[in-house]
């Protein structure tokens, strides 16, 4: 079971993508990578998400999007897994937004990071995130596909 974390983003995408994907925390030793984009592309992620946001008039806003973390015991799961239930999570929980997920296996434990668009790209709703879809969605979500 993951231990689950969202974190607004208020100043810039591209530092928290920066870090996410990473390589130095995102490859294998056999050199697999593991990240991944959805409903965009891990070279234009951020300029995706920052033309989704004037396309509906919404890039002055505070919140720039959100960082999910996911982190599970030592041991628990294999860093594939990890990816494949971030992947899932996304569709599940974001359908419409914008996300790009890093695997870091740089520590004991592993741990997944997903930074998503606050504008929905089909919608252009704002994501709104409090302590009630934090237990009732994300934390549901993510225990029910681990």
Known sequence: MAYDKIIPVTRRLDHCAGYILNPEKTTLPDGRILTAAINCTLETACQDMTDTKRRWGKESRVRKGYHIIQSFRPGEITPGLALEIAQEF????????????????????????????????LTGEKYHSNARSYYQQIRAISDRLC
């Open 90 to 121: 996304v569709r599940e929980h974001l359908p419409g937004y914008q996300a790009i997920i890093g695997i870091h296996t740089d520590r004991e434990h592993i741990h997944a990071h997903i930074v998503f668009n606050s504008v929905n790209q």
